[in-house]
């Protein structure tokens, strides 16, 4: 996701919904190049106050330090002193850590009730448990991805350090356990991104969360590492998203600015996957492995970039396995082996139906 040379934590936005809700945008820093939003929404429903935050920042590095700046200057911008506890619940919008790490924190802070989709809820719950289990499968998925011994070593500790950012916390609802709505609040279930990834709507403004940004296309991973995400859902998801808000005026993502027109960045996103998809039945007119064909893809990358540029390549790969598009050229060392092997997968020719 891109970095914003402009961005400065404590500069604040705000925006009004056509029902009167008032939002505040809160940057933070979630990450060393990641930098994201959290949202603050102030609404009344029914005579009850929402007092909203979506998402929490990761919880590293100066993230919940940016959070509080924003509180403030929101306070002073909002005329009325709005702290963590003043908050009435914190919705998320799936569980990746840059989202939700900021709980450790804001938890003991305050008294709002917490909710995620049933689909992330482990997210939250069972981190520790989860990281294992993911950096198990992960291992495996490397090995077939052609990944050396050595530098699978390397991803796989990258990958654990995440175990360190983290401690589990208790969740209070789940959006389907509350039929994907909130007092003004409406979720709808966008798998893909992310298994529980919801999107969600007050009024004339919709959050996104990652489902869609502006102008990154949103990372995609294989399903066979986490069920309900992958390619597949994820390209449905779009769809879904495009009949339920498609004439949403103003959509607002976990990162970067502002969408002002959701169907035309949809088919931008849409696009870009059926060029990668095409890219990759090309290079694949020759057997190679999904390491090689994300370097093919991304060219050189460093640090956690290869792990995403792998699981990005593997999820394509996956998209068109599934679709009968591909075969797999060593059929025979898998035969003969009963742990995971190197794959390589070659470009079938149209099989006539
Ligand atoms: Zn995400
Ligand atoms: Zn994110």
């Known amino acids: 996701m891109s970095s914003r040379p402009e961005f400065s934590p404590g500069t604040v936005k705000t925006f009004q919904t056509s029902a009167g809700g008032?939002?505040?945008?809160?940057?933070?820093?979630?990450?060393?190049?990641?930098?994201?939003?959290?949202?603050?929404?102030?609404?009344?429903?029914?005579?009850?106050?929402?007092?909203?935050?979506?998402?929490?920042?990761?919880?590293?590095?100066?993230?919940?330090q940016n959070l509080e700046t924003g509180l403030q200057v929101a306070s002073q911008v909002l005329g009325e002193q709005i702290g963590l506890d003043s908050l009435t619940h914190i919705l998320i919008t799936h569980g990746h850590i840059d989202h939700f790490g900021g709980l450790n924190y804001i938890r003991p802070r305050s008294s709002a009730q917490l909710g995620i989709h049933e689909l992330d809820l482990r997210n939250l719950t069972n981190y520790e448990e989860r990281i294992t289990i993911v950096a198990r499968l992960l291992g495996d998925f490397l090995v077939e991805a052609g990944v050396s011994d050595e530098r699978r070593k390397q991803l796989i500790d990258l990958y654990m350090i995440n175990k360190?950012?983290?401690?589990?916390?208790?969740?209070?609802?789940?959006?389907?356990?509350?039929?994907?709505?909130?007092?003004?609040f409406e979720m709808l279930h966008v798998p893909g991104h992310c298994a529980g990834h919801v999107v969600i709507r007050l009024h004339d403004v919709l959050f996104s969360g990652d489902h869609v940004l502006n102008q990154t296309s949103p990372h995609q991973a294989p399903e066979k590492l986490t069920l309900s995400t992958g390619l597949e859902h994820y390209l449905q998801s779009l769809d879904i998203l495009e009949r339920w808000a498609g004439d949403i005026p103003l959509t607002l993502g976990g990162h970067e600015s502002p969408i002002t027109n959701l169907p035309g960045r949809l088919s931008a996103i849409r696009s870009l996957h059926q060029q990668r998809l095409s890219q990759v039945l090309a290079f694949l007119n020759e057997p190679h492995t999904i390491s090689e064909t994300s370097h093919h893809l991304f060219g050189e990358v460093h640090g956690y970039n290869v792990l995403l540029a792998l699981e990005e390549a593997g999820a394509h790969i996956e998209y068109l396995y599934q679709r009968g598009k591909l075969g797999i050229a060593n059929l025979a060392d898998i035969e003969d082996n009963h742990r995971p092997v190197l794959i390589r997968y070659y470009h079938m020719p149209a099989v006539q139906l």
């Open 164 to 184: 360190s950012l983290y401690r589990s916390v208790k969740v209070d609802f789940t959006y389907e356990a509350m039929g994907m709505r909130l007092g003004p």
């Open 22 to 64: 008032t939002i505040v945008q809160i940057p933070l820093q979630e990450f060393p190049i990641l930098w994201g939003y959290v949202y603050l929404v102030l609404v009344e429903h029914d005579s009850q106050p929402y007092r909203v935050l979506i998402d929490t920042g990761s919880g590293f590095g100066d993230s919940n």
